[in-house]
């Protein structure tokens, strides 16, 4: 099992910036990509951002330029700064951790809100 615990959410007005950090511990070694995604209301679940074992990041087009993700293998953190917030980033952010294999698992935070005021 793998735990996920977010941290990092709150208002900010647009423009500004926010860090979101999630702390991963439990059976993490196999863990192959981990990333982070975001509901907004009334809308479903997206991918923002997400770092694969070796590196490879991949983004929300919505979200290139202005976000980074970055993971600290010692920390076993996975964190996305947030650059130049616009209203629409807005939402309920998820953490996600993916083991592939012959069965695929995901695992997911409990999440963390952002709003962006304009």
């Known amino acids: 099992q793998v735990q996920l615990v977010e941290s990092g959410g709150g208002l900010v007005q647009a423009g500004g910036s926010l860090r979101l950090s999630c702390a991963a511990s439990?059976?993490?070694?196999?863990?192959?990509?981990a990333g982070w995604y975001r509901q907004a209301p009334g809308k479903q679940r997206e991918l923002v951002a997400v770092?694969?074992?070796?590196?490879?990041?991949n983004y929300a087009d919505s979200v290139k330029g202005r976000f980074t993700i970055s993971r600290d293998n010692i920390k076993n953190t996975v964190n996305l700064q947030m650059n130049t917030l616009k209203p629409e980033d807005t939402g309920v952010y998820y953490c996600?951790?993916?083991?592939?294999?012959?069965?695929?698992?995901?695992?997911w935070g409990q999440g963390t809100q952002v709003t962006v005021s304009s």
């Open positions: 770092i694969e074992t070796g590196g490879y990041t």
């Open positions: 996600n951790a993916r083991r592939s294999g012959l069965v695929r698992t995901d695992y």
């Open positions: 439990g059976i993490i070694l196999s863990i192959n990509r």
